[in-house]
């Protein structure tokens, strides 16, 4: 079980985001964006939130850069200062209304059989293939040697976990490793990055600042994107409970991989610098839609008979495991996955109450947000709570703020009419494109040709020496006008005594 695959007591993460991988299953903490000082002369649109933010305009808010906490400490913290907004503030932050018409209830069978069609036409293309399956053991082998090499006499032990570990990759999918260590201060992550680079590493990022820190690197020789935490051990817990779930009935591997697809093809994956959901609330999504279908197809495994097994964390994450006994568990619910995918966007699009609802994978059923006081304090803010199986106190879903979670509600009822209208799986997942960036509308004037100043006269030039003739002239010049002063000023001197003795003169006469 698992409590003898992690037997070593790990500390647990800083309480610190500013970035976050999209498929690491962890919530970035929302901070509060009074760091950055905007000049804007418009309101924040977020201004409810108690930022002191407001975006200079709608397509720059796309452009901002994260707000990391302190400065970077080493080099390859600055190639991740940027990220963009998917959801633009201009489309407002109110709840959508409720549909005017009910929405279409179910597909006719003609419409089903196409779509099932085209879903497995599109699960076999995603469906990861052996060469890359290869190349994924390859790169886990090789960052083991790498890392015994360069701190000879610790131990290490490379996890895959996220999709490459729960049987949700695809053949381009991300690796997702984390490193398991008593050697703690590779939990910095700077040391980790500086190594990477210097064993061959391209495109290295580290992320120190998120919740759970990670480096991203390419390997141009295995051609795999790799994101690398350290001890983050709960990872492997989630990884665990996912491959559960997707191995108990085969509709779930199905189902999951598109709709992931969808919110790939979309840019609805990105927690940490879109602003959207990561993929790991996604598949909590789709797992709790298969937990509470009627008949359910999937089981709440935290509420089955488990053993119990506490996480360095303090979580309790333990899950009942054994597939001999839940395989065939859904056999009852008949649904296709055409079926299934249907009504995934008709529950998420027009059926949840947001305002009332927590989505909870670990009781396998919708709680109330009063049931977890999320109806009240910083929760009250977050229009989509998702319940974190494993650390119940945390919601999944507040990396999307009212803007984003109102663009991801719109896509969620978009990709709904597609499906009604029996358009092509292919137009449900075409891929989003951001708007061109925004232009300076500001244009330097063109230059033009260069004034041409008329030459003076050399006599009339500054400091020109005068010609000898004229020496003499001007001597008795500046003579004449000193005595011309001298007379003017005995002048003055002289009707001003007048002037006081009359004064004087007057005063004696009782004026």
Not at 436 to 465: D, S, V, W
Request: glycine share 4%; aromatic share 6%; with cysteine.
């Amino acid at each position: 079980m698992a409590g003898s695959r992690h037997n070593q007591h790990l500390p647990t993460r800083p309480p610190m985001l500013s970035h976050q991988s999209s498929s690491v299953p962890s919530t970035p903490h929302q901070h509060a964006r009074d760091t950055f000082i905007s000049r804007s002369r418009s309101p924040s649109p977020h201004a409810s939130l108690g930022g002191s933010h407001s975006p200079r305009s709608t397509k720059s808010e796309s452009y901002m850069a994260a707000l990391p906490r302190g400065r970077p400490t080493c080099k390859y913290e600055t190639a991740a200062a940027f990220g963009r907004r998917r959801i633009l503030y201009d489309i407002g932050d109110a709840p959508l209304e409720k549909a005017k018409e009910e929405p279409k209830a179910s597909l006719n069978p003609d419409e089903e059989d196409k779509l099932s069609g085209d879903m497995r036409e599109l699960y076999d293309r995603l469906l990861p293939t052996a060469e890359s399956e290869q190349r994924r053991l390859k790169l886990v082998d090789k960052l083991e040697r790498i890392l015994k090499k360069e701190w000879p006499g610790n131990e290490f032990t490379v996890h895959v976990f996220g999709s490459s570990g729960n049987l949700l990759c695809t053949s381009e999918s991300d690796v997702d490793i984390c490193v398991q260590t008593p050697f703690k201060k590779l939990e910095t992550m700077h040391q980790l990055a500086e190594v990477m680079a210097n064993n061959g590493m391209e495109k290295v990022i580290c992320i120190a600042s998120a919740k759970v820190p990670i480096v991203k690197i390419w390997d141009p020789e295995l051609k795999l994107n790799c994101d690398i935490n350290v001890n983050n051990t709960l990872a492997l817990e989630n990884t665990r409970m996912i491959k559960t779930y997707v191995q108990i009935d085969d509709r779930v591997r199905q189902l999951a991989m598109i709709i992931k697809h969808w919110a790939k093809q979309r840019v609805l994956n990105d927690a940490g610098l879109g602003g959207t959901l990561s993929s790991y609330t996604w598949i909590c999504m789709i797992l709790n839609f298969l937990q509470t279908r009627d008949p359910p197809i999937l089981p709440a495994l935290h509420q089955r008979e488990h053993e119990r097994y506490v996480a360095n964390d303090g979580s309790e994450a333990g899950f009942n495991d054994n597939l001999d006994e839940l395989r065939g568990f859904g056999k009852d619910n008949k649904e296709t996955p055409a079926q299934l995918l249907f009504q995934f966007f008709r529950r998420y699009g027009h059926e949840i109450d947001y305002e009332k609802s927590v989505i909870s994978v670990r009781h396998g059923k919708l709680l109330l947000r009063s049931e977890k006081s999320w109806d009240s304090a910083k929760e009250a803010l977050s229009r989509l709570c998702v319940e974190e199986p494993f650390n119940t106190t945390r919601n999944l879903g507040n990396t999307a703020d009212a803007t984003a979670f109102r663009g991801i509600h719109l896509e969620i009822r978009q990709a709904f009419d597609h499906l009604a209208d029996a358009a092509p799986l292919d137009k449900l997942c075409e891929p989003f494109e951001f708007p061109p960036e925004e232009k300076n509308l500001f244009k330097r004037p063109t230059p033009g040709a260069r004034p041409i100043m008329p030459q003076m006269p050399p006599n009339m030039r500054r400091n020109a020496p005068a010609p000898d003739s004229e020496v003499p002239r001007a001597t008795e010049d500046r003579q004449a006008a000193r005595h011309l002063r001298i007379c003017d000023l005995n002048m003055v001197t002289h009707s001003n005594i007048q002037s006081l003795t009359m004064r004087s003169n007057n005063c004696g006469k009782g004026f």
